[in-house]
Protein backbone atom coordinates (compact mmCIF):
# COMPACT_ATOMS: atom_id res chain seq x y z
CA UNK A 1 0.00 0.00 0.00
CA UNK A 2 2.81 2.28 1.35
CA UNK A 3 4.54 1.73 -2.32
CA UNK A 4 2.07 2.24 -4.65
CA UNK A 5 0.99 5.60 -2.88
CA UNK A 6 4.99 6.70 -2.95
CA UNK A 7 4.79 5.31 -6.52
CA UNK A 8 1.68 7.66 -7.76
CA UNK A 9 3.04 10.57 -5.53
CA UNK A 10 6.32 10.72 -7.49
CA UNK A 11 4.14 10.71 -10.92
CA UNK A 12 3.17 13.90 -9.15
CA UNK A 13 5.45 16.44 -9.68
CA UNK A 14 5.62 20.29 -9.19
CA UNK A 15 6.32 20.44 -13.49
CA UNK A 16 3.30 18.11 -14.07
CA UNK A 17 0.97 20.14 -11.86
CA UNK A 18 2.15 23.50 -12.97
CA UNK A 19 1.58 22.64 -16.13
CA UNK A 20 -1.68 20.76 -15.59
CA UNK A 21 -3.25 23.84 -13.89
CA UNK A 22 -2.11 26.04 -17.19
CA UNK A 23 -4.09 23.47 -19.03
CA UNK A 24 -7.32 23.29 -16.86
CA UNK A 25 -7.39 27.11 -17.08
CA UNK A 26 -6.61 27.47 -21.00
CA UNK A 27 -10.70 27.49 -21.85
CA UNK A 28 -11.35 29.76 -19.19
CA UNK A 29 -8.89 32.31 -20.97
CA UNK A 30 -10.90 31.98 -24.57
CA UNK A 31 -13.42 34.54 -22.50
CA UNK A 32 -10.93 36.33 -20.60
CA UNK A 33 -8.96 37.59 -23.25
CA UNK A 34 -12.11 40.22 -25.06
CA UNK A 35 -12.86 40.96 -21.32
CA UNK A 36 -9.50 42.38 -20.58
CA UNK A 37 -9.32 44.06 -24.17
CA UNK A 38 -12.64 45.76 -23.14
CA UNK A 39 -11.23 46.69 -20.05
CA UNK A 40 -8.10 48.30 -21.33
CA UNK A 41 -10.35 49.94 -24.36
CA UNK A 42 -12.56 51.65 -21.62
CA UNK A 43 -9.88 52.52 -19.12
CA UNK A 44 -8.00 54.81 -21.56
CA UNK A 45 -11.61 56.04 -23.07
CA UNK A 46 -12.17 57.05 -19.22
CA UNK A 47 -9.10 58.95 -19.40
CA UNK A 48 -6.46 56.85 -17.56
CA UNK A 49 -2.74 57.29 -19.05
CA UNK A 50 -1.13 54.62 -20.42
CA UNK A 51 0.86 53.85 -17.62
CA UNK A 52 -2.00 53.80 -15.19
CA UNK A 53 -4.33 51.80 -17.08
CA UNK A 54 -1.28 49.02 -17.03
CA UNK A 55 -0.56 48.74 -13.56
CA UNK A 56 -4.45 48.79 -12.58
CA UNK A 57 -4.56 45.03 -13.94
CA UNK A 58 -1.22 44.40 -12.66
CA UNK A 59 -1.70 45.94 -8.81
CA UNK A 60 -5.15 45.15 -8.46
CA UNK A 61 -5.45 42.36 -11.04
CA UNK A 62 -9.47 41.70 -10.51
CA UNK A 63 -11.72 42.38 -13.54
CA UNK A 64 -14.85 43.38 -11.92
CA UNK A 65 -13.35 45.52 -9.51
CA UNK A 66 -11.41 47.19 -12.38
CA UNK A 67 -14.19 48.09 -14.33
CA UNK A 68 -15.89 49.24 -11.64
CA UNK A 69 -13.05 51.80 -10.47
CA UNK A 70 -12.68 52.93 -13.99
CA UNK A 71 -16.04 53.91 -13.89
CA UNK A 72 -16.06 55.89 -11.09
CA UNK A 73 -12.53 57.24 -11.98
CA UNK A 74 -14.69 58.53 -14.99
CA UNK A 75 -16.76 59.55 -12.79
CA UNK A 76 -15.22 61.85 -10.30
CA UNK A 77 -15.71 59.69 -7.40
CA UNK A 78 -13.70 60.30 -4.61
CA UNK A 79 -10.78 58.07 -3.94
CA UNK A 80 -12.09 56.80 -0.41
CA UNK A 81 -15.38 55.90 -2.37
CA UNK A 82 -13.45 54.06 -5.13
CA UNK A 83 -11.44 52.16 -2.93
CA UNK A 84 -14.48 51.46 -0.56
CA UNK A 85 -16.23 50.38 -3.28
CA UNK A 86 -13.29 47.66 -4.34
CA UNK A 87 -13.70 45.62 -1.31
CA UNK A 88 -17.35 45.65 -1.85
CA UNK A 89 -16.72 44.41 -4.94
CA UNK A 90 -14.21 42.52 -4.16
CA UNK A 91 -15.53 40.71 -0.65
CA UNK A 92 -16.93 37.70 -2.68
CA UNK A 93 -13.18 36.64 -2.71
CA UNK A 94 -13.31 36.08 1.33
CA UNK A 95 -15.34 32.86 0.16
CA UNK A 96 -12.54 32.18 -2.20
CA UNK A 97 -9.59 32.59 0.26
CA UNK A 98 -12.00 30.56 3.40
CA UNK A 99 -12.31 27.18 0.70
CA UNK A 100 -8.95 27.31 -0.47
CA UNK A 101 -7.11 27.80 2.72
CA UNK A 102 -7.25 23.99 4.00
CA UNK A 103 -5.92 22.69 0.90
CA UNK A 104 -2.34 25.50 1.39
CA UNK A 105 -2.47 25.34 5.50
CA UNK A 106 1.24 23.74 5.51
CA UNK A 107 2.53 25.83 2.59
CA UNK A 108 5.46 28.34 3.99
CA UNK A 109 4.47 32.42 4.02
CA UNK A 110 5.93 33.29 1.67
CA UNK A 111 4.18 30.39 -1.19
CA UNK A 112 0.57 32.12 0.80
CA UNK A 113 1.41 35.32 -0.44
CA UNK A 114 1.95 34.78 -4.01
CA UNK A 115 -0.91 32.44 -4.10
CA UNK A 116 -3.42 34.93 -2.25
CA UNK A 117 -2.14 37.33 -5.11
CA UNK A 118 -3.53 35.05 -7.91
CA UNK A 119 -6.73 34.18 -6.64
CA UNK A 120 -9.02 35.43 -9.00
CA UNK A 121 -12.22 34.30 -9.98
CA UNK A 122 -11.02 32.02 -12.87
CA UNK A 123 -7.90 30.41 -10.95
CA UNK A 124 -10.01 29.66 -8.16
CA UNK A 125 -12.88 27.92 -10.23
CA UNK A 126 -10.39 25.60 -11.58
CA UNK A 127 -8.44 25.27 -9.00
CA UNK A 128 -10.90 23.95 -5.85
CA UNK A 129 -12.76 22.19 -8.60
CA UNK A 130 -9.67 19.85 -8.93
CA UNK A 131 -8.65 19.65 -5.01
CA UNK A 132 -11.92 18.68 -4.33
CA UNK A 133 -11.58 16.27 -6.51
CA UNK A 134 -8.48 15.11 -5.13
CA UNK A 135 -10.03 15.16 -1.76
CA UNK A 136 -12.52 12.44 -2.55
CA UNK A 137 -9.56 10.19 -3.95
CA UNK A 138 -7.29 8.26 -1.76
CA UNK A 139 -4.23 9.90 -4.07
CA UNK A 140 -2.72 12.94 -2.23
CA UNK A 141 -0.91 15.59 -4.41
CA UNK A 142 2.43 16.72 -2.45
CA UNK A 143 3.02 19.60 -4.82
CA UNK A 144 -1.06 20.54 -5.60
CA UNK A 145 0.24 24.31 -4.86
CA UNK A 146 1.63 24.18 -8.38
CA UNK A 147 -1.72 23.64 -9.58
CA UNK A 148 -2.50 27.03 -8.48
CA UNK A 149 0.27 28.35 -9.28
CA UNK A 150 0.04 27.35 -13.32
CA UNK A 151 -4.16 28.42 -13.22
CA UNK A 152 -2.68 31.78 -11.74
CA UNK A 153 -0.29 32.66 -13.97
CA UNK A 154 -1.85 31.68 -16.96
CA UNK A 155 -4.68 34.05 -16.15
CA UNK A 156 -2.13 36.67 -14.42
CA UNK A 157 0.05 36.51 -18.27
CA UNK A 158 -3.26 36.43 -20.10
CA UNK A 159 -5.09 39.50 -18.50
CA UNK A 160 -1.59 41.64 -18.85
CA UNK A 161 -1.46 40.74 -22.07
CA UNK A 162 -5.28 41.22 -23.49
CA UNK A 163 -5.84 44.47 -21.10
CA UNK A 164 -2.60 46.04 -23.10
CA UNK A 165 -4.16 44.91 -26.41
CA UNK A 166 -7.61 46.65 -25.49
CA UNK A 167 -5.58 49.98 -23.78
CA UNK A 168 -3.38 49.96 -27.89
CA UNK A 169 -6.85 49.59 -29.22
CA UNK A 170 -8.72 52.08 -27.11
CA UNK A 171 -7.15 54.74 -28.74
CA UNK A 172 -7.95 54.45 -31.94
CA UNK A 173 -11.35 53.56 -31.01
CA UNK A 174 -14.23 56.79 -31.59
CA UNK A 175 -16.75 57.36 -29.26
CA UNK A 176 -19.38 57.59 -31.40
CA UNK A 177 -19.30 53.65 -31.51
CA UNK A 178 -20.45 53.13 -27.86
CA UNK A 179 -18.41 50.92 -26.34
CA UNK A 180 -18.90 52.14 -22.53
CA UNK A 181 -22.04 50.63 -22.88
CA UNK A 182 -19.83 47.26 -22.92
CA UNK A 183 -19.42 47.59 -19.32
CA UNK A 184 -23.28 47.23 -18.30
CA UNK A 185 -23.39 44.32 -20.55
CA UNK A 186 -20.21 42.77 -18.75
CA UNK A 187 -22.27 42.91 -15.85
CA UNK A 188 -25.87 41.88 -17.09
CA UNK A 189 -23.89 38.42 -18.43
CA UNK A 190 -22.70 38.11 -14.88
CA UNK A 191 -25.94 39.57 -13.11
CA UNK A 192 -28.37 37.21 -14.99
CA UNK A 193 -26.73 33.38 -14.02
CA UNK A 194 -26.39 34.70 -10.67
CA UNK A 195 -30.45 34.95 -10.15
CA UNK A 196 -30.78 31.71 -8.50
CA UNK A 197 -33.54 32.00 -5.91
CA UNK A 198 -35.58 34.24 -4.56
CA UNK A 199 -33.17 35.89 -2.21
CA UNK A 200 -30.63 37.14 -4.45
CA UNK A 201 -33.28 38.19 -7.08
CA UNK A 202 -34.82 40.56 -4.47
CA UNK A 203 -31.52 41.53 -3.51
CA UNK A 204 -30.41 42.31 -7.37
CA UNK A 205 -33.83 44.33 -8.24
CA UNK A 206 -33.95 46.32 -4.66
CA UNK A 207 -30.53 47.24 -5.31
CA UNK A 208 -31.48 48.29 -8.47
CA UNK A 209 -33.95 50.17 -7.81
CA UNK A 210 -32.46 52.12 -4.82
CA UNK A 211 -29.39 52.84 -7.16
CA UNK A 212 -31.64 54.87 -9.47
CA UNK A 213 -33.00 56.20 -6.66
CA UNK A 214 -29.69 57.35 -4.76
CA UNK A 215 -28.07 57.95 -7.71
CA UNK A 216 -27.53 61.58 -7.44
CA UNK A 217 -25.64 60.94 -3.68
CA UNK A 218 -23.10 62.94 -3.36
CA UNK A 219 -19.30 61.16 -4.08
CA UNK A 220 -21.07 58.47 -6.23
CA UNK A 221 -21.75 56.98 -2.67
CA UNK A 222 -25.28 55.63 -4.28
CA UNK A 223 -23.23 52.19 -5.70
CA UNK A 224 -22.30 51.06 -2.49
CA UNK A 225 -25.73 52.68 -0.42
CA UNK A 226 -27.70 50.43 -3.03
CA UNK A 227 -25.30 47.32 -2.72
CA UNK A 228 -25.42 46.96 0.86
CA UNK A 229 -29.42 48.23 0.94
CA UNK A 230 -29.52 45.02 -1.62
CA UNK A 231 -28.13 42.23 0.34
CA UNK A 232 -29.86 43.18 3.59
CA UNK A 233 -32.99 43.28 1.78
CA UNK A 234 -31.89 39.63 -0.06
CA UNK A 235 -30.28 38.28 3.53
CA UNK A 236 -34.17 39.56 4.79
CA UNK A 237 -35.65 37.47 1.79
CA UNK A 238 -33.79 34.99 2.81
CA UNK A 239 -34.82 34.60 6.98
CA UNK A 240 -38.08 34.61 6.27
CA UNK A 241 -37.90 31.55 3.54
CA UNK A 242 -36.07 29.61 6.59
CA UNK A 243 -38.64 30.70 8.64
CA UNK A 244 -41.11 29.13 6.37
CA UNK A 245 -39.22 26.10 6.72
CA UNK A 246 -37.45 26.16 3.07
CA UNK A 247 -34.24 24.59 3.25
CA UNK A 248 -31.21 26.83 1.55
CA UNK A 249 -27.79 25.38 1.77
CA UNK A 250 -25.28 28.73 1.47
CA UNK A 251 -23.18 28.57 -1.05
CA UNK A 252 -26.13 27.52 -3.35
CA UNK A 253 -26.62 31.04 -4.96
CA UNK A 254 -23.24 31.39 -5.65
CA UNK B 1 -7.02 61.44 -4.20
CA UNK B 2 -3.19 60.70 -6.69
CA UNK B 3 -4.29 58.04 -9.37
CA UNK B 4 -1.19 56.04 -8.04
CA UNK B 5 -1.99 56.58 -4.53
CA UNK B 6 -5.27 55.45 -5.62
CA UNK B 7 -4.38 51.94 -7.53
CA UNK B 8 -2.15 51.03 -4.75
CA UNK B 9 -4.94 51.26 -1.64
CA UNK B 10 -7.33 49.60 -4.24
CA UNK B 11 -4.80 46.62 -4.68
CA UNK B 12 -3.58 46.51 -1.28
CA UNK B 13 -7.42 46.02 0.05
CA UNK B 14 -8.03 43.43 -2.80
CA UNK B 15 -5.00 41.72 -1.63
CA UNK B 16 -5.61 41.46 1.88
CA UNK B 17 -8.90 40.12 0.90
CA UNK B 18 -7.61 37.29 -0.68
CA UNK B 19 -4.65 36.66 1.61
CA UNK B 20 -7.74 36.86 4.42
CA UNK B 21 -8.57 33.44 5.57
CA UNK B 22 -5.50 31.97 3.30
CA UNK B 23 -2.98 33.00 6.45
CA UNK B 24 -5.21 33.51 9.25
CA UNK B 25 -7.06 30.00 9.66
CA UNK B 26 -5.97 26.68 7.97
CA UNK B 27 -9.87 25.73 8.30
CA UNK B 28 -12.84 28.12 9.34
CA UNK B 29 -16.48 28.05 8.46
CA UNK B 30 -17.85 31.80 8.04
CA UNK B 31 -21.08 31.75 10.21
CA UNK B 32 -24.17 31.04 7.56
CA UNK B 33 -25.39 34.42 7.48
CA UNK B 34 -21.96 35.66 6.42
CA UNK B 35 -21.81 33.30 3.60
CA UNK B 36 -25.52 34.01 2.65
CA UNK B 37 -24.57 37.85 2.55
CA UNK B 38 -21.16 37.32 0.58
CA UNK B 39 -23.49 35.50 -2.15
CA UNK B 40 -25.70 38.04 -2.56
CA UNK B 41 -22.60 40.58 -2.93
CA UNK B 42 -22.35 39.47 -7.00
CA UNK B 43 -26.48 40.66 -8.01
CA UNK B 44 -26.66 43.20 -5.77
CA UNK B 45 -23.33 45.06 -6.61
CA UNK B 46 -23.74 44.31 -10.49
CA UNK B 47 -27.33 45.29 -10.62
CA UNK B 48 -26.55 48.35 -8.49
CA UNK B 49 -24.15 49.32 -11.48
CA UNK B 50 -26.44 47.74 -14.88
CA UNK B 51 -29.74 49.59 -13.57
CA UNK B 52 -28.99 53.20 -13.88
CA UNK B 53 -26.67 52.92 -16.88
CA UNK B 54 -29.74 51.59 -18.56
CA UNK B 55 -32.67 53.31 -17.38
CA UNK B 56 -30.47 56.76 -16.74
CA UNK B 57 -28.56 57.21 -19.81
CA UNK B 58 -28.35 60.52 -19.82
CA UNK B 59 -27.96 61.33 -16.01
CA UNK B 60 -31.90 61.20 -15.58
CA UNK B 61 -34.37 58.74 -15.50
CA UNK B 62 -35.72 57.86 -19.24
CA UNK B 63 -38.44 54.75 -19.25
CA UNK B 64 -39.49 55.72 -22.68
CA UNK B 65 -38.95 53.71 -26.35
CA UNK B 66 -36.15 56.14 -27.22
CA UNK B 67 -33.99 54.83 -24.56
CA UNK B 68 -32.19 52.58 -26.98
CA UNK B 69 -29.53 51.49 -24.13
CA UNK B 70 -32.87 50.28 -21.75
CA UNK B 71 -34.00 48.45 -25.01
CA UNK B 72 -30.69 46.93 -26.39
CA UNK B 73 -30.02 45.60 -22.53
CA UNK B 74 -33.21 43.88 -22.31
CA UNK B 75 -32.34 42.06 -24.98
CA UNK B 76 -28.57 41.25 -23.66
CA UNK B 77 -30.44 40.47 -20.33
CA UNK B 78 -32.66 37.72 -22.08
CA UNK B 79 -29.61 36.77 -23.89
CA UNK B 80 -27.66 36.20 -20.55
CA UNK B 81 -30.45 34.56 -18.87
CA UNK B 82 -31.24 32.01 -22.33
CA UNK B 83 -27.55 30.84 -22.93
CA UNK B 84 -25.54 31.88 -19.75
CA UNK B 85 -22.90 32.95 -22.41
CA UNK B 86 -20.69 35.89 -21.70
CA UNK B 87 -19.75 37.00 -24.77
CA UNK B 88 -22.47 36.49 -26.75
CA UNK B 89 -24.35 38.90 -24.45
CA UNK B 90 -21.98 41.36 -24.98
CA UNK B 91 -21.97 40.69 -29.09
CA UNK B 92 -25.87 40.83 -29.04
CA UNK B 93 -26.69 44.01 -26.14
CA UNK B 94 -23.42 45.92 -28.73
CA UNK B 95 -25.34 44.74 -32.12
CA UNK B 96 -28.73 45.98 -31.16
CA UNK B 97 -27.61 49.24 -29.76
CA UNK B 98 -25.47 49.67 -32.84
CA UNK B 99 -28.82 48.50 -35.10
CA UNK B 100 -31.33 50.65 -33.25
CA UNK B 101 -28.63 54.16 -33.37
CA UNK B 102 -29.32 53.53 -37.09
CA UNK B 103 -33.08 52.78 -37.19
CA UNK B 104 -34.53 54.90 -34.55
CA UNK B 105 -33.39 58.89 -34.59
CA UNK B 106 -32.40 60.68 -31.56
Redesign the interface.
Known amino acids: MAVVNTNRLLRHSPRSEFIAGIRAELPILL?VV??GM?YGVLAVGAG??VG?AM??SS????G??QF??V?L?HAGA???V??FT?????????????S???F??RLN?RW??L???L?TDEAYAVTITRYNQEAASPVKSAHRHWYLLGAGLAMWSTWQISTAAGIFLGAQVPSS??LD???????????????RDR???A???S??????LA?GMPYKL??IV???S??AV??WV?ARQLSNGHRHE????? | ?N?????????L???A???????L????N?P??I??????????????????????PG?T?DLSFGNL?LL??AL??AV??RT????L??GV??VA??VL?VVIPH
Not at chain 2, 84 to 87: E, G, I, K, Q, T
Open positions: GPFILTAAMIVFASAVGQIPGMIVTFIVNLRHILYSAIAPLAPKWLAYLWSFTIALTFIALAVPALPSVAALAGIIAVFGLAAIGMGLEPGDSR | MVWLLLICMGVTYIRLSLIVIGRVLPIQWALCLVPPAVLSAIIFPELLMGLRAGAAAWRNVLTIGMLWQ
